[in-house]
Structure formats: structure tokens, C-alpha cells
């Protein structure tokens, strides 16, 4: 499979404090996208970026990509209640094919 | 507003009944995906399609097939529900023009194999 990992899996906060997952990826990949899962619903577009940039910034959201270690991380800062979720990377292989691959997602809890 | 709909939120079928999922786009998205959810499997998917009556499989297709006759419509068919086939069902689209092909989600369909 070519899917993802993400680390760590489940991950509890207090609200004021940054949240940080990572994702690691097992393919070469033209870009890497964040999603956001609120439970039981669909997903929702957050952030991507391309595998020639480094770093992105969005509002509280902040990713960076290493494509020789094929990782990504995301770091949330000022953690809100409303940001309990789950997080999901995404990665669009540089095979021709416009599909994405999603990691496994990880769970955090922002206690107010 | 862009909108994925899905026919049903919640679903319960019998073991061996045929059972149709319905996905429909209003944002005249080339491209459309069905993924099941599982706890601490992720999304895995099962059919695609980059067009009409196109569909490739994903990576777990067995049990399943899917029909598009419209651009706007894309359908998961099991054709002999099994319990294994309990799970969150999830129907996405992206649009060919955009680059990174960023995927809009509808807001599933959870389907109960009794």
C-alpha cells in the first residue's frame, strides 16, 4: 500500500497551545494537502503545498514539507476548542493519475 | 456554495441485498473518488473516475462497482452487501483545472451490514 502514516495518532491539548502532527509518505509526490475531519462528517480542504516549497503559512496553520525525508508536518498555533478534529495528510503522487493517497489520520482534543 | 451530496447519512442493509450509494457534484468536477473509512485505516479507495462512463479501481475494489452516467453523478454499488463491507462511506471530486487537484468531500454515508 502506498499509503501514509501519520504520528502521532491521537494527541490531547489544552486550548492556547500549538498542536503538531506529523505525516510520512512513501512515494515521490508532485504536492501534499491537509485535510480536517470534524467527527462523523466528511473531509475539508485545509492547506496544500507543493513539493519544491518548504514551508506555507495559513492563518494559525503552518506546514513544512522535507521531500528527502518524505515528511510534513502541521502546526497549529493558539489551539481553539473548535479545532478538535481529525487531520489527515494527503499526497498527490507525481504518477500522471489525479488521485490522492491519505494517511491515517490523526485525532486531537482541544480541552478548553 | 460548492456541495458534494450523498443519498443517505445512515444506511442499514441485510447481508447479500444490493445496495446503491448515490454521490452527487454541483461544481461540474471532472473527477470523482469513493473511499471507505475504517478506524486507524484511513481512507482507502475503492473506484474512481476522470469522466462519463469512465472508472478505474482504486485500491480496494473487490465487492464493489460503480456506475457514472453523468458527469455530475457517480454511484458505489455492492452488489452483495457482506458485514465486512460495514463502514463510513466517503464520495469526493476534483476538478481536472485545478492544480494540486484539491478533493471536496460529501458528508458520508455510514452503512450498517446486518
Known amino acids: 500500500s502506498q499509503q501514509g502514516e501519520e504520528d502521532p495518532q491521537a494527541l490531547s491539548i489544552q486550548e492556547g497551545e500549538n498542536a503538531t502532527m506529523n505525516c510520512s509518505y512513501k512515494t515521490s509526490i508532485n504536492n501534499l494537502q491537509w485535510y480536517r475531519q470534524n467527527s462523523g462528517r466528511g473531509l475539508v480542504h485545509l492547506i496544500l503545498i507543493r513539493s519544491n516549497e518548504r514551508e506555507k503559512h495559513s492563518g494559525r496553520l503552518r506546514v513544512t514539507l522535507d521531500t528527502s525525508k518524505k515528511s510534513s508536518s502541521l502546526l497549529i498555533t493558539a489551539s481553539r476548542a473548535a479545532d478538535t478534529a481529525s487531520y489527515f495528510c494527503a499526497t498527490e503522487p507525481n504518477t500522471g493519475f489525479q488521485k490522492l493517497v491519505f494517511g491515517t489520520g490523526t485525532r486531537l482534543l482541544v480541552s478548553p | 456554495d460548492v456541495k458534494v451530496t450523498q443519498s443517505s447519512r445512515y444506511l442499514v442493509k441485510r447481508t447479500g441485498e444490493k445496495v446503491f450509494l448515490e454521490c452527487v457534484q454541483d461544481?461540474?468536477?471532472?473527477?470523482m473518488f469513493w473511499y471507505r473509512q475504517d478506524p486507524g485505516l484511513g481512507l482507502r479507495l475503492i473506484y474512481f473516475?476522470?469522466?462519463?462512463?469512465?472508472?478505474e479501481k482504486g485500491d480496494i475494489p473487490e465487492g464493489y462497482s460503480v456506475s457514472r452516467e453523468k458527469k455530475e453523478r457517480f454511484s458505489l454499488i455492492l452488489e452483495s452487501a457482506s458485514t465486512n463491507q460495514t463502514s463510513m462511506y466517503l464520495c469526493?471530486?476534483?476538478?481536472?483545472?485545478?492544480?494540486?487537484?484539491?478533493?471536496?468531500f460529501g458528508p458520508g454515508t455510514r452503512l450498517t451490514v446486518t
Open positions: 473516475s476522470y469522466d462519463v462512463k469512465m472508472k
Open positions: 461544481m461540474d468536477h471532472e473527477n
Open positions: 469526493a471530486s476534483s476538478s481536472r483545472l485545478t492544480s494540486g487537484y484539491e478533493q471536496y
